[in-house]
């Protein structure tokens, strides 16, 4: 069965702190890995990640896959309080053309 | 701007009472998909809809229904069936039936039952 594994569930820091957020992956015939920003309602798209090793930046965000060991992480640094959000991780399922979603990192950002 | 709408952003309803949300979107997208969204368990698939009339059952179809009369618009009625439809309420398109190049979302319907 095609899963996808968030860690961790929940994330505490304070402003300035650099944190990575993991997603491990298990599913037939991977295409890509996507990773989403959810702060009150629609989840707004990060990245889309297809081959290993190669870094996705954006700002202070940044992403990487690793095909072999079957996961992502997501890291972002000198965390802001408007950073606080949901990041949720899913990838394309082969047999049923869909997105599966982990459960989501909650982080939260205090000043 | 191209989109996707859901309306109404909050509802209530009494139990035993079917209620139908709104999603519209301007994107040309072929595929559309409900999600729906409880605390601590991400997004879950309700149905998924890869052509004008036609759809599929996700994950937790039950007391769950859809239509796909326009590419357009794809509503999803929350029936009396359905047992704890308390959540908050998310639909999707793609721009094609892969998914491989994500989804865009709508802001949400939250539905409580009262």
């Known amino acids: 069965e095609d899963k996808v594994v968030q860690s961790p569930l929940s994330l505490v820091v304070h402003e300035g702190d650099t944190v990575t957020l993991n997603c491990s992956y298990e599913?037939?015939?991977?295409?890509?890995l996507l990773w989403y920003k959810q702060e009150k309602k629609a989840p707004t798209f990060l990245f889309m990640l297809?081959?290993?090793?190669i870094e996705k930046k954006s700002g202070r965000l940044s992403s990487i896959l690793d095909k072999k060991e079957l996961f992502s992480i997501l890291n972002i640094t000198a965390t802001q309080t408007g950073d606080s959000a949901v990041y949720l991780c899913?990838?394309?399922?082969?047999?049923?053309?869909?997105?599966?979603f982990g459960t989501g990192t909650r982080l939260q950002v205090f000043p | 701007d191209g989109g996707i709408t859901q309306s109404p952003k909050y509802l209530f309803r009494k139990e035993g009472q079917n209620v139908t949300l709104s999603c519209e979107q301007n994107l040309n997208h072929d595929a559309m998909y409900w999600y729906r969204q409880d605390p601590g368990q991400g997004l879950r698939l309700i149905y998924y809809s890869q052509i004008v009339n036609d759809f599929q059952k996700g994950d937790i179809a039950e007391g769950y229904s859809v239509s796909r009369e326009k590419k357009e618009s794809f509503p999803l009625t929350v029936t009396s069936a359905q047992k704890n439809p308390t959540a908050f309420y998310l639909c999707?398109?793609?721009?094609?039936?892969?998914?491989?190049?994500?989804?865009?979302f709508g802001s949400g319907t939250r539905l409580t039952v009262v």
């Open positions: 297809t081959s290993s090793g």
């Open positions: 999707a398109s793609s721009i094609d039936q892969t998914g491989d190049y994500g989804y865009t």
């Open positions: 899913a990838v394309p399922t082969h047999n049923t053309d869909k997105l599966i």
């Open positions: 599913v037939t015939n991977f295409r890509s």
